[in-house]
């Protein structure tokens, strides 16, 4: 296990952005639990939405008041195969579970296990990566609550995946969803809901001066803002569908022929997956000058994309919430998504954005025309869009929904 580097997070600075009455609620509830320990675990330290949130929340829990740590599993690409594998088929499609991998994935997290050595008082485990600690965890914490965040679309598991999850997933105290429908199936003792939530204020989302962006632009060339841009930033993972974005840009450039793709994405580190996907849709693109294929841009240029871009798109299959979409609404960018996971809650169809069918490309795209087509659409939905996510996707709110469950499995 490590511990990952983080930046220092003051709660104060987040009165501009979310009000004065959010930030006493929290620090109420951080006086409630007093001096517990809290330990989050997941399965990488870069890449991905889980550890974008946990940069934030574990920083600032610690301004607050509260003892928070964070560690990262460590291991190899055998057991990142393993546990894509059981990523997937818990949002549907699995390959076949063998023996062997389920060894895999025990001895590694057992392994891991063994090496988490301080006394804590809650334990978060976030996805199904790190849930095969528990076993030695009941015997090494007994009386500390586990709590299991799932931040997975499990609206049509796979039942092997299921069951195999399940094993693990009926013996913690309880678990966390970020869609009700996520709880249906599963084998869990209590649930709540927590959507999850972008931070105002890191360098991905924070507001940028006009001199910063002129020099981002200058890094994406030769991307021109001059021209329409549609841009979708995901890790390179068959779930965000990039190729049923291509086709959708393709068939939009039909009616707006100066029409440019940003394809950018990131591999995280717990998925071997990624570097494969990129090579494929980077050949798909490659005869295309009007399509970006970028990987691993530093988090300023990932928002002045998500800001300067005419409209964002998601074309996921499944989505646990889907951060970016959230990211592309609180810099005013309408986003056309597909209805599936959490993207209709932050998408209000023709509100701040559209949703459409997953596999309906030509829908995605007459969207997209319409919107490069009407700039005063375009204006009031990334208004709408702000306000949207102000109201319910910024990091103060989320860290309220998790302290008042902290509080609870603590009584
Ligand atoms: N991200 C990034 N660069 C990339 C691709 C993704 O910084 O090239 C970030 C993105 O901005 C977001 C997170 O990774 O903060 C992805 O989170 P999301 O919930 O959308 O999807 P996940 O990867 O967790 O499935």
């Given at each position: 296990?490590?511990?990952?580097?983080?930046?220092?997070?003051?709660?104060?600075?987040?009165?501009?952005?979310?009000?004065?009455?959010?930030?006493?609620?929290?620090?109420?509830?951080?006086?409630?639990l007093g001096d517990v320990r809290i330990l989050h675990v997941n399965s990488t330290a870069t890449g991905g939405g889980v550890a974008e949130l946990l940069?934030?929340?574990?920083?600032?829990?610690?301004?607050?008041?509260?003892?928070?740590?964070?560690?990262?599993?460590?291991?190899?690409?055998?057991?990142?195969?393993?546990?894509?594998?059981?990523?997937?088929?818990?949002?549907?499609?699995?390959?076949?579970?063998?023996?062997?991998?389920?060894?895999?994935?025990?001895?590694?997290?057992?392994?891991?296990?063994?090496?988490?050595?301080?006394?804590?008082?809650?334990?978060?485990?976030?996805?199904?990566?790190?849930?095969?600690?528990?076993?030695?965890?009941?015997?090494?914490?007994?009386?500390?609550?586990?709590?299991?965040?799932?931040?997975?679309?499990?609206?049509?598991?796979?039942?092997?995946?299921?069951?195999?999850?399940?094993?693990?997933?009926?013996?913690?105290?309880?678990?966390?969803?970020?869609?009700?429908?996520?709880?249906?199936?599963?084998?869990?003792?209590?649930?709540s809901i927590v959507y999850p939530s972008i931070d105002p204020l890191t360098e991905k989302n924070r507001s940028l001066d006009e001199e910063t962006m002129?020099?981002?632009?200058?890094?994406?060339?030769?991307?021109?803002?001059?021209?329409?841009?549609?841009?979708?930033?995901?890790?390179?993972?068959?779930?965000?569908?990039?190729?049923?974005?291509?086709?959708?840009?393709?068939?939009?450039?039909?009616?707006v022929p100066n029409l440019q793709l940003v394809l950018a994405g990131g591999m995280a580190g717990d998925d071997p997956e990624g570097l494969e996907l990129?090579?494929?849709?980077?050949?798909?693109?490659?005869?295309?000058?009007?399509?970006?294929?970028?990987?691993?841009?530093?988090?300023?240029?990932?928002?002045?994309?998500?800001?300067?871009?005419?409209?964002?798109?998601?074309?996921?299959?499944?989505?646990?919430?889907?951060?970016?979409?959230?990211?592309?609404?609180?810099?005013?960018?309408?986003?056309?998504?597909?209805?599936?996971?959490?993207?209709?809650?932050?998408?209000?169809?023709?509100?701040?954005?559209?949703?459409?069918?997953?596999?309906?490309?030509?829908?995605?795209?007459?969207?997209?025309?319409?919107?490069?087509?009407?700039?005063?659409?375009?204006?009031?939905?990334?208004?709408?869009?702000?306000?949207?996510?102000?109201?319910?996707?910024?990091?103060?709110?989320?860290?309220?929904?998790?302290?008042?469950?902290?509080?609870?499995?603590?009584?």
């Open positions: 296990m490590h511990a990952p580097s983080l930046p220092d997070r003051s709660i104060e600075t987040y009165a501009d952005v979310t009000g004065r009455d959010r930030l006493e609620r929290l620090r109420s509830l951080a006086d409630a940069r934030s929340i574990v920083p600032v829990c610690n301004d607050l008041g509260i003892d928070t740590d964070w560690l990262v599993m460590d291991a190899s690409d055998d057991f990142f195969e393993v546990t894509k594998a059981i990523h997937n088929g818990l949002q549907g499609e699995g390959i076949e579970l063998t023996e062997e991998m389920k060894a895999t994935y025990r001895a590694v997290n057992d392994r891991n296990a063994a090496e988490i050595e301080d006394e804590y008082d809650i334990v978060v485990i976030h996805d199904p990566q790190p849930l095969g600690l528990l076993d030695r965890l009941e015997k090494t914490v007994p009386n500390a609550p586990i709590v299991w965040r799932c931040h997975v679309d499990l609206t049509e598991p796979d039942d092997e995946y299921l069951a195999f999850v399940s094993e693990y997933t009926r013996r913690v105290d309880h678990a966390i969803f970020s869609r009700s429908a996520y709880a249906d199936e599963i084998d869990v003792p209590t649930t002129a020099a981002e632009c200058d890094h994406l060339d030769p991307l021109s803002f001059e021209a329409p841009v549609v841009t979708q930033v995901s890790r390179f993972d068959p779930w965000k569908d990039q190729f049923g974005t291509l086709d959708a840009y393709r068939r939009a450039r039909e009616e990129y090579e494929r849709v980077a050949a798909e693109a490659v005869d295309d000058p009007n399509v970006h294929v970028l990987t691993d841009l530093p988090d300023a240029t990932v928002n002045v994309l998500q800001r300067r871009s005419d409209v964002v798109v998601q074309k996921s299959l499944r989505e646990g919430f889907g951060l970016v979409v959230s990211e592309a609404l609180w810099k005013r960018t309408p986003v056309v998504g597909s209805s599936v996971g959490g993207i209709p809650l932050q998408v209000e169809d023709g509100r701040n954005g559209y949703l459409v069918e997953p596999d309906d490309t030509a829908g995605a795209a007459d969207r997209v025309v319409d919107l490069l087509e009407d700039e005063d659409r375009r204006t009031a939905f990334g208004a709408n869009g702000r306000e949207h996510v102000r109201e319910r996707f910024l990091l103060p709110r989320q860290l309220a929904d998790l302290l008042d469950i902290f509080v609870e499995v603590l009584n």
